[in-house]
């Protein structure tokens, strides 16, 4: 099993729940709303009387857990959906799963999915 992590701009969240609904088996997501920082777009203050503030860009955090053969399309349906070419279009993340457990019903492995 793999694990995807997608931080993405908020006005692509549509979209891509639209398209990841295209994909057949499609094991769902969750998602929330994050603040970050990115590097290089803060500058130093270098008068300590200076008011500093910072604005934490919003994105969207998607988490998706699926089958080893299904990643690959998962990550490409994302990149290929939510991308603008400009910086800030954000970051895709996957991992292994090593093992998995339903609450409910005890299953594990692919077959909690």
Excluded: N
């Amino acid at each position: 099993m793999k694990r995807i992590i997608a931080m993405i701009r908020p006005v692509m969240r549509d979209d891509l729940i639209a398209a990841l609904h295209q994909i057949e088996d499609f094991p769902g997501a969750s998602m929330c709303e994050i603040k970050g920082i990115r590097r290089g777009v803060h500058q130093c203050v270098k008068d300590r009387r200076e008011l500093l503030t910072v604005d934490f860009p919003t994105f969207i955090r998607i988490e998706i857990i699926c089958t080893d053969a299904m990643a690959p399309t998962l990550a490409e349906t994302i990149r290929s959906t939510v991308r603008t070419g400009k910086p800030g279009d954000g970051k895709i993340f996957v991992s292994p799963v090593e093992s998995c457990l339903s609450i409910s019903d005890g299953k594990t492995g692919e077959g909690t999915l």
